[in-house]
């Protein structure tokens, strides 16, 4: 009795760092897609958005810090939270779980981890070293011309969509989790509960997506 209590406490404590640096790290998205979506209005705006950032050391260092601790208690406490249900399901009667509640732990669990091996792909390509995965040279001072050289490349398009595929359907499923783990399953919540996890990976894959399309297309160049 007295370890079922532990596990469940600590679940709820895990429950909530997951959903808390899930805030963080959602903030994040949709700061960076705002700031990215700069590329359409050419190459000295978003140069100067890069360059700005850069500028400001005393901002972007902590920032960078707290979106990594982010990254790493998300990463740490979701799996925690995977092996003590495995755990439990071992030791306890089987209990019967929600179909919708199953299938967002299930494409969490996938999702979750090929999210991670996109974000250091996407540091190596983009970021550090800057990796060229086609025939330029990546300049750190032109982040204009690393993308659009960089989205010239059919395949590593092909990799951005489907990790925006992935993305939304880990907003998705995580932003429904969060209000799960809020307790907000009043019935006057439903609407809400329905519509905004959807809108909320709607804008970011839209946002997102936009542009490595739009390169491949010709659009931006
Ligand atoms: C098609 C969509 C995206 C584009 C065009 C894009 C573009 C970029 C570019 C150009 C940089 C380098 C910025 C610089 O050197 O100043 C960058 C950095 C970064 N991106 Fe993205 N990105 C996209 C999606 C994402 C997604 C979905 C994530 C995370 C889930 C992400 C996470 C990061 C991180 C963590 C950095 C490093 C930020 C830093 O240096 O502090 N990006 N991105």
Redesign the pocket.
């Known amino acids: 009795m007295e370890r079922t209590l532990t596990l469940d406490d600590s679940s709820i404590g895990k429950k909530a760092l997951v959903a808390l640096t899930g805030l963080v790290?959602f903030g994040?998205?949709i700061a960076?897609?705002l700031g990215?979506l700069q590329?359409f209005a050419g190459p000295e705006a978003l140069n100067a958005y890069?360059r700005g950032?850069?500028k400001l050391p005393g901002i972007?260092w902590p920032?960078?810090l707290v979106?990594l601790a982010s990254l790493i208690v998300h990463i740490t406490a979701s799996l925690a939270l995977v092996k003590s249900a495995a755990a439990a399901r071992g030791v306890s009667y089987r209990q019967k779980q929600s179909s919708a509640t199953s299938y967002a732990a299930r494409t969490m669990k996938w999702s979750g981890p090929l999210?991670a091996a996109?974000?250091l792909y996407?540091?190596a390509h983009?970021?550090w070293p800057g990796v060229p995965m086609g025939a330029y040279r990546h300049d750190?001072h032109d982040?204009y011309a690393?993308?659009v050289n960089g989205f010239r490349v059919p395949w590593v398009v092909a990799v951005?969509l489907a990790?925006?595929g992935l993305?939304g359907l880990h907003l998705y499923h995580g932003a429904w989790s969060l209000f799960q783990t809020l307790g907000l399953h009043h019935p006057r919540y439903h609407r809400l509960r329905q519509v905004l996890p959807r809108a909320i990976a709607l804008v970011v894959v839209a946002g997102?997506?936009a542009?490595?399309l739009a390169v491949l297309m010709g659009v931006i160049s």
């Open positions: 790290l994040f998205v960076h897609m990215n590329v890069a950032l850069r972007l920032m960078r979106l999210l996109f974000i996407h540091l983009l970021t750190p982040v690393n993308v951005y990790a925006q993305l997102n997506v542009i490595p």
